[in-house]
Each structure stands twice: as structure tokens, then as C-alpha cells.
């Protein structure tokens, strides 16, 4: 498998579940996305245009003190696993911020970006918005209540439109709407088998219907 591998997707795809099984199969501790600390967080959801700006600029500096520390770690000699790429950032806040907050947060970002390691392998995990939503209300996080239908299939498209034109890394799309790895064992390991094959480019993997 590559040395630093990352995975992506948008809300309710199962990223985090796939990294900790990840994890747990090759013996190393992922990096997560740090989600609940965020406090502007559940206001956004509720308030996007009086939150926007301090959801991101929280998760931009939260981010980027989690994977510029990854350039101390000797990425050449172990598997290192993270549930987010640092474009995620970039990607909300294109759809969350208005135009003088995106440029001043783009100004920010640049800088940044620059100590933030490449992964040898992204990830992306999609799947239709239908899926996603009952994903969500299926894990029943407190601060996600408030997610709308339209948000969802915003940040849906956006997650679609960015990865179709990635290049920074090899690039594995896997279609997730008819599969469960976490429930089925069968699902899991083949997205394993997957994810260890040399991927070059970009690559799409659209796994068969689980069978139960």
C-alpha cells in the first residue's frame, strides 16, 4: 500500500469507519478530522451565513496543525492513514464562504498548504445523495440534526466536481451507494485488495451489489 494514504469523500460516506478499520487491519493509528471540537460547528448548520467563516477558519487551522506535523513522521518506512485530504478545506469553503471571505481565506490557505505533505494515495469515497442522507440520520450525531437535504446534495456535487479534476496524487474513486464494509466482511476486504493494488492516475472501482 502506499505510505501515506488519505481518504475523502463527503458527509455520511463512511470515510472515518473506513480509516479505523484500516487501521485496525494494519496495526497503526489513523489521523481524524476533528469534527466535534469544532463549536461554531452546529450554530453553521443552523446559521450558515453568521458561521460560515469561523467553521472554516477553525477546521483550516485544526487541519493544518494535524497534517503539517505528518512532514516529522517517517512517511518512507510505515502505513500512515488520515480521513480527510487538506483540499476537503478548500472545497467547503468554496461552498460556504461569500467572495470576500473566500479570497481572504484562500490568501491563508496557500500559505499553509505549503508545509502539508502530499499522500502517495487519496481515496474518495461517493456515493448518490440518497445514500448519504440515510447514512446520516442512520449514525444520529447531535450536531449533524440540522443538515439539510439541499446542503447535502451541495456538498455532494461539489466533492464530485473537485475529485473529477484531482492531479496532485494517484486517485481511487470508489462508488460506495450499493456496498457496506462495515456490516459485510466480503465488501471490506475488497476494497482492500483495491486500495493495495498499484493505482496510477486516476482509477474507479465500482464494487458489486452487497449480498447479505
Do not use: W
Request: charged share 25%; glycine share 4%.
Amino acid at each position: 500500500m502506499g505510505r501515506y494514504i488519505a481518504i475523502d469523500g463527503p458527509i455520511g460516506v463512511g470515510k472515518s469507519s473506513l480509516v479505523r478499520m484500516l487501521g485496525e487491519r494494519f496495526g497503526v493509528e489513523p489521523v481524524y478530522e476533528q469534527v466535534e471540537e469544532n463549536t461554531f460547528l452546529g450554530q453553521f448548520y443552523k446559521d450558515h451565513a453568521s458561521y460560515a467563516f469561523h467553521t472554516q477558519m477553525f477546521f483550516l487551522i485544526s487541519r493544518y496543525k494535524q497534517l503539517s506535523m505528518l512532514s516529522q513522521v517517517d512517511l518512507f518506512n510505515q502505513v500512515t492513514l488520515c480521513d480527510y485530504t487538506m483540499e476537503r478545506d478548500l472545497i467547503f469553503a468554496g461552498l460556504n464562504l461569500d467572495q470576500r471571505e473566500y479570497n481572504l481565506y484562500l490568501d491563508v490557505y496557500r500559505q499553509m498548504v505549503k508545509s502539508v505533505p502530499t499522500p502517495d494515495l487519496v481515496v474518495y469515497l461517493q456515493a448518490d445523495t440518497p445514500t448519504l442522507l440515510k447514512r446520516v440520520r442512520q449514525r444520529g450525531r447531535t450536531i449533524e440534526k440540522e443538515i439539510s437535504d439541499q446542503y447535502l446534495e451541495r456538498v455532494n456535487r461539489a466533492f464530485s466536481e473537485y475529485f473529477f479534476n484531482y492531479r496532485r496524487s494517484p486517485l481511487l474513486v470508489i462508488n460506495t451507494t450499493n456496498i457496506d464494509f462495515v456490516a459485510n466482511s466480503a465488501d471490506f476486504e475488497n476494497l482492500v485488495k483495491k486500495m493495495k493494488s498499484d493505482v496510477q492516475g486516476h482509477e474507479y472501482f465500482n464494487p458489486p451489489r452487497s449480498v447479505f
